[in-house]
């Protein structure tokens, strides 16, 4: 008969297994069925189980001093790959003005003011990410991180090719993210069957215009959006194309980088023009299309 003692460096040393008798200082590895077969409970010996590691937020909702009559966050549910998510359903976007003179009221300034700060702290961003320093959680707010991407045929690749796939992002601080999910009520609008790929915005670079798409080797598409792959790391990419009003007549876009909500594309090949939507398909065959007409750069 083996002896296990508390403490050993066996998976079979954990609560809940029911394999071990525990009644003296050495444990016996016992089956089901052998007399004295039991349990342990919390409490032998001292022993406490583990509580599971999750992060438990410490921010109740009335911390937040949040406004009456919020309305709920809508939300539907998808099937895809046989399985159920959840997606939001998106209220009309507050326009610039009004989140300018909102902010203004709630931080005391003036809207001049606030064009300044945001202008100015956008601007320190870019400076800091061209040069590949990151920015540490600001007030327990958020964080700057500098990022390049891409696919190369070589080791050496050409510093343009590398130049389309700089950025940079905006990582939220987790307890901004508690403070939105406390206590926020829900409200479920609808199902539908498959997450397929959905086009927030795009723009063409270099100069992030929006609504352009890239031509030329020099030039790139960077798509921002939802529902482009899985998230597992060997997920499948998208595939990209310019197509008319119709759906029709693509023209077919390389795909430089892709997370699931965001693409980076090559340039349209040379001598591309007019006017075209953008269309994404991914790997289960749903496909979106962008609402707006894109012309080139």
Known sequence: MKYLRWGDKDPRCVYGNKNLRWGSPASYLLEPGDEGYVELQPGDFGYVPPEPRRRR??????????????????????LIHELFTSRPVLRPAMPEGTYLDTLATRAQLTRAQVEKLVTE????????????????????RF??????????????????????TLNYSIVIHPDEIDKMRVDCPLEKTGEVGMNAPEIASVRGRPGNAPNRYGVGTAQATEVNGLHFRDRRADAPWPTAALVDANGGNPIALTVLDSTPTRLLLGGAPAGTTGM????ITDADGGFGISDDDLTPV
């Open 276 to 279: 075209h939507h953008l269309k």
């Open 57 to 78: 937020p410490t921010i109740s909702v009335e911390s937040l001093n949040l406004p009456p009559n919020m309305q709920p966050f809508r939300y539907l549910i998808a």
């Open 143 to 164: 964080r700057m991180l500098p990022s390049s991407g891409g696919r190369y045929s070589g080791p050496d690749p050409d510093n343009g090719e590398v130049c389309d």
């Open 121 to 140: 702290q956008a601007a320190l961003h870019v400076e800091l990410a061209r040069q590949g320093i990151p920015v540490d959680f600001i007030l327990k």
